[in-house]
Structure formats: structure tokens, C-alpha cells
T-cell receptor, first 115, second 112 residues
Framework: GAGVSQSPSNKVTEKGKDVELRCDPI?????LYWYRQSLGQGLEFLIY????????KSGLPSDRFSAERTGGSVSTLTIQRTQQEDSAVYLC?????????????FGPGTRLTVT | GENVEQHPSTLSVQEGDSAVIKCTYS??????FPWYKQELGKGPQLIID?????GEKKDQRIAVTLNKTAKHFSLHITETQPEDSAVYFC???????????FGIGTKLQVIP
């Protein structure tokens, strides 16, 4: 079956522009996560959605970052007024339950380059 | 919050040798410890996990051990093969909430 998909796979943008990154989770997965992976770094948690609950935004690095999840499915991560330090791979993952811990399935990521 | 430290950051082994990656965590409430493998250009993929009521778990050439008292857990890969070359991440999380804290990753290179 289809896994987690992300688009675009690569995005080059100029400093100061806004970007939107999209994630399509596995159908039926109630939990969705965004992570940032900078060159040579680990996975930095950004935000977590679980069903209809309020998202956990504790990992968003600044108010330039925001995310939505519409209809409990597709999610969009928006970065406003991009800065060069925002350059990274942005990974989305989904999992099947919020009551206990289950495997996270990752998408291939969006590589963002801010020039 | 949880803090996960992972080492080494890079590891080179000869094909056929064993590789060991170690992680420590800080939150004694953590009870689920997955390991992910990330190949170049792909997202991480779960390869094995362990829960706090188990001390060791094996799956073919891969094993994970957990010492809850010392708050550390390790990944062991035996009889390494070139296709094992990748970045490996350890992670920790507590039950009932799925915010997962990842280690910084270990780049494993298996030399043919």
C-alpha cells in the first residue's frame, strides 16, 4: 500500500519568501509528526497532531513556523520569511494510534534550500 | 524533557564484523526505545524496538539491549554487510504520548 508522501521533494527559495511543505500520511493513521533534519544533525521534533486534539507545537523554533492538518489527513508546514538557517530536510511521519506507542512511518522528506 | 545521547557519531567496520551503537536517555518514565535506519535520500525506517519490560530482543542479525537502571540501550549488528551502511538513530519515548526524542544518529560504514 501507499506510504507517507511528501511534496515537493526539493524546494529552493529566496531568503524572505514563504514556503509550504505538504505531507500525505498513510490512510487511517491518526497521528502525524513533522521533524527537521539539518546536515549532519539528528531529527528535531517540530510539531505533532493526534486526531482532533490540539497539536503539540512545542518544537516549532519560531513563530515563522506553523502547521495545519485538514480533515485529520493532509498536513501543511508553512515557513514564513524564510532564513538561510531554515535550510534542512523536513520529514513527515505518521502512526496508527495515539493511545500507546506505535511505529512511525516516515516520508522521503522535502529538502529545503534557502538562498 | 527527554534527552537522548548517541555514540559514536561515525563507525567503520569491516564486512563480517560486528557493530555496536550505544544510547543513553534521561527520562526514567521512557519505556519504548525504537531504532531507525536511514538510507541516503530516504526517510528513517524502523528496524527494531524494545519496551522497558524486556532486557534484550533479537531479529536475525540485529539485537537491542536495554538497561533501565543505567538508562542506556544499545544496538548490535552482527555479520555486517555492505547494505547495512546507513545512518542509525536511537529514540526514546514514554507510554501514552507519542512525542519521540531521537539521538543525533550514527553513520555506519561497512567496508567490503
Amino acid at each position: 500500500g501507499a506510504g507517507v508522501s511528501q511534496s515537493p521533494s526539493n524546494k529552493v527559495t529566496e531568503k524572505g519568501k514563504d514556503v509550504e511543505l505538504r505531507c500525505d500520511p498513510i490512510s487511517g493513521h491518526t497521528a502525524l509528526y513533522w521533524y527537521r533534519q539539518s546536515l549532519g544533525q539528528g531529527l528535531e521534533f517540530l510539531i505533532y497532531f493526534q486526531g482532533n486534539s490540539a497539536p503539540d507545537k512545542s518544537g516549532l523554533p519560531s513563530d515563522r513556523f506553523s502547521a495545519e492538518r485538514t480533515g485529520g489527513s493532509v498536513s501543511t508546514l508553512t515557513i514564513q520569511r524564510t532564513q538561510q538557517e531554515d535550510s534542512a530536510v523536513y520529514l513527515c511521519a505518521s502512526s496508527s494510534s495515539g493511545g500507546s506507542v506505535y511505529e512511525q512511518y516516515f516520508g522521503p522528506g522535502t529538502r529545503l534550500t534557502v538562498t | 524533557g527527554e534527552n537522548v545521547e548517541q555514540h559514536p557519531s561515525t563507525l567503520s567496520v569491516q564486512e563480517g564484523d560486528s557493530a555496536v551503537i550505544k544510547c543513553t536517555y534521561s527520562d526514567s518514565a521512557s519505556n519504548y526505545f525504537p531504532w531507525y535506519k536511514q538510507e541516503l535520500g530516504k526517510g528513517p525506517q524502523l528496524i527494531i524496538d524494545i519496551r522497558s519490560n524486556v532486557g534484550e530482543k533479537k531479529d536475525q542479525r540485529i539485537a537491542v539491549t536495554l538497561n533501565k537502571t543505567a538508562k542506556h540501550f544499545s544496538l548490535h549488528i552482527t555479520e555486517t554487510q555492505p547494505e547495512d551502511s546507513a545512518v542509525y538513530f536511537c529514540a526514546a519515548t514514554s507510554g501514552g504520548y507519542q512525542k519521540v526524542t531521537f539521538g543525533i544518529g550514527t553513520k555506519l560504514q561497512v567496508i567490503p
